[in-house]
């Protein structure tokens, strides 16, 4: 039995995935808050059927066979998986990166990211319990 | 858990742009009152940093980086100090275009966005840590 057949912990990857993508726009988000011109960028949120199909973006990037290849790049403000963030107050080099937004985004992925590691170890414990192995 | 990797990277990018940010600022206020030697010469010349967006073509992500350090075009100064080896002839001494008030400002501000890209690395490896995590049991 693979576990990516149990529905529950085939989903809790997907959103896991999904949330580390999410961290990696906040984080380039925050890094650009000075730059001029710059929007902030975030995911589409992930949908049930998303979750429980195990696919978390639209977009792969190319698959990598050799160390020497360059790595895709997927522009994150031209994507099927990525939202601009609206922002009606702009600063006068342009820029509508919002900080705090970003880190009230931050922490929310946080959040998620724990309950989904919480529920992902529990479920693991009932599978040890099941099979008499319980810790 | 690449995708947190490559968060790391992203935000250690952003500090180092914002500390790049705070050696010019600390530049300008070192030189506030750096006058020129002889009349006619111009004093400390302001410097401004500017950001850009750069593809890190090794990862493949999009990373902050600096664009140019220009000088402030802004007119310089002027201080009355006929005893001053670079007065001119009325007694005038040129002074640097630096605004203690705008670089403070600035400095708080580049502390603010170090800060936001240093609480981004925190998250990050949390998570990282949170999903190692799952191995010990």
Do not use: C
Not at chain 1, 67 to 96: C, L, M, V, W, Y
Not at chain 1, 121 to 135: E, Q, S, V, Y
Not at chain 2, 53 to 81: A, C, H, N, W
């Amino acid at each position: 039995m693979f576990f990516n057949d149990i529905p529950l912990i085939r989903g809790l990857g997907t959103q896991m995935h999904w949330l580390n993508e999410r961290q990696k726009l906040v984080a380039r988000n925050l890094s650009m808050a000075d730059m001029p011109g710059a929007t902030a960028v975030d995911l589409k949120p992930l949908t049930f059927e998303q979750m429980v199909r195990g696919k978390s973006t639209k977009q792969l990037p190319a698959l990598t066979t050799d160390p020497r290849h360059q790595k895709a790049f997927i522009d994150p403000n031209d994507s099927a998986d990525t939202t601009k963030e609206k922002n009606f107050a702009k600063s006068p080099n342009g820029n509508s990166i919002d900080s705090e937004q970003q880190l009230f985004n931050m922490n929310q992925t946080a959040a998620i990211y724990n309950t989904a590691v919480n529920v992902y170890r529990k479920n693991i414990a009932m599978l040890r319990t099941a099979i008499g192995k319980a810790a | 858990m690449p995708d947190l990797i490559d968060a790391l990277k992203i935000s250690a990018a952003g500090m180092k742009v914002q500390g790049a940010r705070v050696l010019v600022i600390s530049q300008n206020l070192a030189n506030q009152d750096s006058t020129p030697k002889l009349p006619g010469e111009d004093p400390y010349r302001r410097k401004v940093i500017s950001f850009k967006q750069v593809l890190d073509r090794k990862t493949g992500l999009q990373m902050v980086d600096i664009d140019r350090v220009r000088p402030d075009e802004s007119d310089f100064g002027q201080r009355y100090d006929p005893g001053h080896p670079a007065a001119d002839k009325n007694g005038f001494v040129k002074t640097p275009n630096v605004n203690t008030l705008i670089e403070a400002a600035d400095m708080r501000g580049a502390q603010r966005s170090y800060e936001f890209n240093l609480a981004a690395i925190e998250t990050s490896r949390d998570m990282i840590n949170r999903t190692i995590d799952l191995l010990r049991n």
